[in-house]
């Protein structure tokens, strides 16, 4: 059982790392480009390709972090992370409605709400990685 719980906790850091990386790397590189004519059409591709590894590593994330917390006995603080990880259904309205429309349309509001948006999922994945190491290090 210890074996699958290092299997677990392995998948569990790769797939953060991938997640907040690739929403980090998003921000730094893409993010000086946004006043480029061609910002929207590269954004758009390279945010459709996170997007369908990020919806494949989210239940992953989900799943290996109730295992693991369960698994060495952690509860309180799972609670509240399973929570904020919850609210990261903003990341499905942004990644399938807001992102995808205001594409299309090019519509100034709905991009800078996309932006408001994806600010907000990037803090909130922050947070569950802060809690993550209050779970294991303690205050």
């Known amino acids: 059982m210890k074996t699958l719980y290092l299997v677990s906790v392995f998948i569990h850091i790769i797939c953060a790392c991938i997640?907040?990386?690739g929403m980090f790397a998003l921000i730094i590189f893409f993010i000086p480009l946004r006043k480029e004519n061609y910002?929207?059409?590269?954004?758009?591709?390279v945010g459709n390709q996170f997007k369908m590894l990020g919806w494949f590593i989210l239940?992953?994330?989900?799943?290996?972090?109730?295992?693991n917390s369960f698994y060495?006995?952690?509860?309180?603080?799972?609670?509240?992370k399973i929570f904020l990880f919850l609210i990261i259904i903003i990341s499905a309205i942004h990644d399938f409605?807001?992102?995808?429309?205001?594409?299309?349309?090019g519509d100034k509001k709905l991009i800078k709400f996309s932006?408001?948006?994806g600010r907000i999922n990037f803090i909130l994945a922050i947070i569950m990685v802060l809690i993550g190491i209050f779970i294991i290090r303690g205050f």
């Open 19 to 21: 997640w907040l990386g």
């Open 39 to 45: 910002f929207l059409d590269i954004v758009n591709k």
């Open 59 to 67: 239940p992953l994330l989900l799943l290996t972090g109730i295992f």
């Open 72 to 80: 060495r006995g952690f509860y309180t603080l799972t609670w509240l």
């Open 97 to 105: 409605y807001i992102g995808p429309k205001a594409t299309l349309t």
């Open 115 to 117: 932006r408001i948006i």
